[in-house]
């Protein structure tokens, strides 16, 4: 059964940097994309990032400038960081497993971790 | 980067209801769309791919249909467990767009 198991620090000041890891259990984790989506609260989802084994990596452009994912083949994991924090940048951030091709969805998700922003 | 578009944005109905919810594109996605179920506090659960592909273990009262620019995720009868908010996502192309989504509210 595969199971994703999110952590990092919660309550950052503006300026610094978010850092969160996703572990993955069970499952293949070379046939699949990795990914960090994010929902502000009371608002609707937005896809930051994706990750594939090899570190080939593709991001949202609106973030860009401030993102960088890596991966951990030997672990199992991989890491989303996100520089300049500001309040916009709270919200709860999952981790997901993610298809391409034509089966292309997003099938397993982590249990999600509320990243506040705040002086 | 391809916009989606919900409609409605907030849908009020009863158990044993028929609800259709809609996903329109702004360019063509082929069938490369994705519904999602989100619980107030939960992850999202995906239910369909491939804009019509029950993902397993989904209750077969959901079901997914359109291609190109226009999309239906439809619940033949609500169930307790159906009252949430649901999402469409494209996975055509980068980056991996979501709808605004539908809060599906009891009556």
């Known amino acids: 059964q595969v199971q994703l198991q999110q952590w990092g620090a919660g309550l950052l000041k503006p300026s610094e940097t978010l850092s969160l890891t996703c572990a993955v259990q069970?499952?293949?984790?070379?046939?699949?994309?990795w990914t960090w989506i994010r929902q502000p609260p009371g608002k609707g989802l937005e896809w930051i990032s994706e990750?594939?084994?090899?570190?080939?990596?593709t991001y949202s452009p609106s973030l860009k400038s401030r993102v960088t994912m890596s991966v951990d083949t030997s672990k199992k994991q991989f890491s989303l960081q996100l520089r300049s924090v500001t309040a916009a940048d709270t919200a709860v951030y999952y981790c997901?497993?993610?298809?391409?091709?034509?089966?292309?969805?997003?099938?397993?998700w982590g249990q999600g971790t509320l990243v506040t922003v705040s002086t | 980067d391809i916009q989606l578009t919900q409609s409605p944005s907030f849908l009020a109905a009863s158990v044993g209801d028929r609800v259709t919810i809609t996903c329109r594109a702004s360019?063509?996605?082929?069938?490369?769309l994705a519904w999602y179920q989100q619980r107030p506090g939960n992850a999202p659960k995906l239910l369909i791919f491939?804009?019509?592909t029950l993902q397993s273990g989904v209750p077969s009262r959901f079901s997914g249909s359109g291609s190109g620019t226009e999309f239906t995720l439809t619940i033949s009868s609500l169930q307790p467990e159906d009252f949430a908010t649901y999402y469409c996502?494209?996975?055509?192309?980068?980056?991996?767009?979501f709808g605004q989504g539908t809060k599906l509210e009891i009556k």
């Open positions: 990750i594939y084994y090899t570190g080939s990596t």
């Open positions: 360019q063509a996605i082929s069938s490369f």
């Open positions: 491939g804009a019509s």
């Open positions: 997901a497993r993610a298809l391409r091709g034509l089966s292309a969805r997003m099938d397993h």
């Open positions: 069970g499952g293949s984790f070379t046939a699949y994309g």
């Open positions: 996502q494209q996975l055509n192309s980068y980056p991996r767009t």
